[in-house]
């Protein structure tokens, strides 16, 4: 406890630097870490003999489903961590444990309701978020066997939001690493050893899911966490849960349309390409990962000290924070522009060998990324606002990017043109757009949000 209590005072009282390298390198580790439950699997089912290209293709229309469990367990969990983070700020444990209680259940209620409602009506549903007669086998294989472990993603990934909470991020890429690594060892064995395939694929990840889940809840049950929980705080609250939806939709919308512009993109690529122009859509979808995941790590790492210095009403350390925060995004998102504008073909390769699919790929990488540099200012702010409870603009900021610009232009610039560039192209357009009206609405905002009189010197 007593380590506990020494993060929270770094929160407030060490250099901003070493402490965001303190925090965030943990974090973007954890979420590197994350990404390849997914990326490792595709590379696997990629490289499969004979059937690699269309295996790939499955596994990529089980993307929107994935999605929006993910979706769920940020809901549930970055929608209370910050507010947990603010309460340890202003001095109130005992109701930074109640959020974490109500979370919990949330997530255990959540869990259930999604792997009935998914068992039930997956086929038609991977049919409609693209699938074709070739690809819809090896979709259902890894889908069934994945969504019977999704309450270990549900606490794994929900709950490891309240071990940042707390400042003690180097625990909380623990819990990722022991999962990672395992599925890193598992997937091989059971896609090539054991023959299983995709079901193969699926099954590594469950079970490194779960190893992480026992070991997120344990930590938290333990003296070692500054947050515990406790049966008495597992009683769903209203006016708890009330306060984590309005935080956590914000986050639950930014996941889950991400499912809906996978939809979106999987149709319209199937209607005016076919299946190959599908599969640069997954091979593209991870290596976006690559670039937005550590992005998020960075921002997630840092939150803490601006949700615990809101709470304790320190605005100039937010102030502080949140411009070596952009800075630091924007700087990660324009090297990630320039690598996917140099080297599509390379990146496209250590998905699929499959030369057609590759030649495809490294034409249209360059323009689906075109507006990828600005995007780092989008999560810096998304991110600030989501540190310091505002609910409502951040669920704007949260559909703005995905609904009301992506998917519109999706639909709308292929129809115009007569053209399968127009659904690549209007991932760029939705980014400049969503980023430079994010960073405007910050920039007016902050006045009221962190007043003037509490600056440095």
């Not at 109500?102 to 068992?119: D, E, K, P």
């Not at 009330?242 to 914000?250: E, H, Q, V, Y």
């Not at 690559?290 to 992005?295: A, H, L, S």
């Not at 310091?388 to 703005?400: V, Y």
Request: proline share 4%.
């Amino acid at each position: 406890m007593a380590q506990s209590h020494k993060s929270e005072e770094a929160l407030t009282s060490a250099p901003i630097g070493p402490l965001m390298v303190k925090l965030a390198l943990p974090a973007v580790a954890a979420q590197l870490i994350n990404m390849l439950y997914n990326i490792v699997d595709r590379i696997y089912i990629g490289h499969i003999p004979q059937v690699g290209r269309t295996a790939l293709t499955g596994l990529g229309v089980t993307f929107p489903i994935l999605m929006l469990i993910s979706a769920f367990t940020a809901f549930a969990g970055m929608g209370g961590a910050p507010l947990a983070s603010i309460r340890l700020g202003a001095g109130d444990r005992e109701e930074a444990e109640k959020i974490l209680g109500n979370s919990t259940a949330l997530l255990l209620i959540l869990a259930a309701l999604l792997t009935t409602v998914f068992s039930i009506i997956k086929e038609p549903v991977l049919m409609a978020f693209g699938a074709s007669e070739d690809t819809i086998g090896y979709a259902l294989d890894y889908i069934s066997i994945y969504l019977m472990g999704t309450v270990f993603v549900q606490l794994a990934l929900g709950l490891n939001a309240y071990i940042t909470a707390q400042g003690q991020a180097l625990a909380a890429m623990c819990s990722v690493l022991i999962g990672a690594i395992l599925n890193i060892l598992l997937d091989p064995l059971f896609i090539f050893v054991f023959r299983m395939g995709v079901r193969g694929a699926a099954l590594a990840t469950i079970i490194s899911q779960g190893v992480s889940a026992c070991w997120v809840v344990g930590f938290l049950c333990s003296r070692r966490s500054s947050l515990r929980i406790r049966t008495k705080n597992l009683r769903l609250e209203l006016p708890v849960v009330g306060r984590i939806a309005a935080l956590g939709i914000a986050p639950f919308i930014m996941q889950s349309t991400e499912s809906l512009v996978t939809v979106v993109l999987n149709s319209g690529l199937q209607f005016y390409g076919g299946d190959l122009y599908v599969a640069t859509v997954t091979v593209m979808q991870s290596v976006m990962q690559m670039v937005v995941m550590p992005v998020q790590g960075i921002t997630q790492g840092v939150q803490p000290i601006m949700s615990y210095n809101f709470g304790a009403k320190n605005y100039a350390r937010v102030r502080e924070t949140f411009r070596l925060l952009l800075r630091t995004t924007l700087t990660v998102t324009i090297s990630a522009f320039l690598l996917v504008f140099l080297f599509p073909k390379p990146l496209a390769l250590i998905f699929n060998g499959d030369l057609e699919l590759v030649e495809l790929t490294g034409q249209v990488m360059p323009i689906f990324f075109g507006g990828i540099w600005a995007f780092g200012a989008q999560m810096a702010c998304q991110s600030a606002f989501m540190a310091m409870g505002q609910a409502k603009t951040s669920l704007f900021l949260a559909l703005l990017r995905k609904v009301i610009l992506l998917v519109p232009l999706a639909i709308l610039l292929p129809w115009i043109t007569g053209s399968v560039m127009g659904i690549y192209a209007a991932e760029p357009v939705a980014d400049i757009l969503a980023s430079a009206t994010t960073l405007t609405l910050f920039l007016h905002k902050r006045k009221t949000l962190l007043p003037a009189q509490n600056r440095e010197k």
